[in-house]
């Protein structure tokens, strides 16, 4: 189970950071990170951070969004400074996670997170 925190309503320029807790059957965790969904659009990849601390940024939020993890506590964090209005959606938390020993890598998705930047 991934469950999301931290979005809300900010102005442009301002900003928010977003947690994702990972919890239940988990073995090991490979990657975790951040995708977003704009009204009418379709779902596109923020920020991914692998356990061992490679990212991975879209351009359009290089240089404004951070994104880090603790590995003790199983989470990812998103951390978004100088918004923009068309950083509006909901952003949702992904992991690729072991749940067993003996299992295969399955992909979880969190319920979602609105970020709204106003202008």
């Known amino acids: 189970q991934l469950v999301e925190s931290g979005g809300g309503l900010v102005q442009a320029g301002g900003s928010l950071r977003l947690s994702c807790a990972a919890s239940?059957?988990?073995?090991?965790?490979?990657?975790m990170g951040w995708y977003r969904q704009a009204p009418g659009k379709q779902r596109e990849l923020v920020a991914m951070?692998?356990?061992?601390?490679?990212?991975n940024y879209a351009d359009s939020v290089k240089g404004r969004f951070t994104i880090s993890n603790d590995n003790a506590k199983k989470m990812v964090y998103l951390q978004m400074n100088s918004l923009k209005p068309e950083d509006t959606a909901v952003y949702y938390c992904?992991?690729?996670?072991?749940?067993?020993?003996?299992?295969?890598?399955?992909?979880?998705w969190g319920q979602g997170a609105l970020v709204t930047v106003s202008s």
């Open positions: 239940g059957s988990i073995f090991s965790i490979n990657a």
């Open positions: 951070i692998t356990w061992s601390g490679s990212t």
């Open positions: 992904n992991a690729e996670l072991k749940p067993k020993w003996n299992s295969g890598y399955v992909e979880r």
